[in-house]
């Protein structure tokens, strides 16, 4: 059995994709008889010390909100949680490949656990490329670099981690999973009340990275040639720029806003197509 412990800035009750993925990683593991806890920002109402699902999760860092100080409070904190935890754990594994990696890059040594880094996304809206807009981000670089391993989810992020300096023999190209006895084939509830198909499914958070202003830009192109509804599932800081856009279009009426779903499988089992416009 390994005890190991997650660090990544937000987790439940924050959850988008990246802190979904997270805790079904970590659920997967404890049900394969693993040990997980997991490391994470101070939410206010919420206990410092909770379990869910098995995992144990523990609100312990404290960044200043603004300004350069955020870097510096998230890693002391971050690095303070697991030096007084240290007996807890055989492995810290980050699941977000920033501020998190850089605070085990630096008490890794001290602590002689193994760390592993798996970055959250690729491109501008990724973590390598928020690097080089960080001040200080040569030192920044060298305490990432000492963490003992680093997973890319994608080649783009494969690609990244080599240009930022990690080694061949200390990078590992490791895809999502997906749990194919879940996410399957079959009958929705929804069928008789969604719009009519040929139905097109976004779901994910309706932000800048998702890049859904070009798919309602194209949509009207779309549907001149198919006619069909365009189902956008999920809820975000552009939520009412996306409406007004798609108000404003000629085939306003074939776009459909549904909001935030807790079960996307009876929305996937009732699209006909799935649509991903991101940009990382």
């Known amino acids: 059995m390994l005890r190991i412990c997650y660090c990544l800035s937000h987790y439940h009750p924050i959850a988008s994709g990246a802190e979904r993925q997270a805790h079904l990683q970590a659920r997967e593991l404890v049900r394969h008889g693993h040990s997980v806890q997991v490391i994470t920002r101070v939410v206010p109402d919420t206990p410092e010390c909770e379990e869910l699902d098995g995992v144990t999760i523990r609100r312990l860092i404290r960044p200043v909100d603004l300004g350069p ?7 002391y904190t971050l690095a303070a949680a697991l030096r007084r935890l240290r007996d807890s754990f055989d492995i810290m594994h980050c699941h977000q490949g920033l501020w998190e990696a850089a605070a085990t890059g630096i008490i890794r040594p001290f602590l002689k656990k193994p760390s592993v880094v798996q970055p959250a996304a690729g491109g501008r809206f990724g973590e390598i490329h928020q690097w080089y807009r960080t001040r200080g981000r040569g030192l920044l670089r060298r305490m990432i670099l000492r963490n003992s391993h680093f997973v890319a989810i994608s ?15 200390r990078l590992t190209r490791l895809g999502s999973g ?10 929705s509830p929804l069928e008789t009340l969604l719009p009519p198909r040929p139905r ?13 202003m070009t798919l309602l ?8 040639r198919v006619p069909a509804s365009l189902i956008i599932a999920g809820d975000g800081p552009l939520l009412d720029e996306l409406k007004r856009q798609s108000q404003s279009s000629v085939a306003a009426e074939s776009v459909h806003f549904v909001g935030a779903v807790h ?3 009876d929305y ?4 006909d197509i ?7």
């Open 200 to 212: 097109v499914l976004f779901l994910g958070r309706l932000h800048a990275q998702k890049n859904l």
């Open 69 to 75: 100080g955020f870097g510096l409070t998230f890693v």
């Open 155 to 169: 080649g783009q992020i494969e690609q990244e981690l080599a240009s930022f300096g990690v080694p061949p023999d």
């Open 274 to 280: 799935f649509v991903l416009p991101s940009l990382a």
């Open 217 to 224: 830009a194209a949509w009207p192109a779309a549907t001149s």
């Open 178 to 187: 997906v749990d194919t006895d879940l996410f399957s084939p079959g009958e």
């Open 268 to 271: 996937l089992r009732a699209a």
């Open 263 to 265: 079960n996307p499988l």
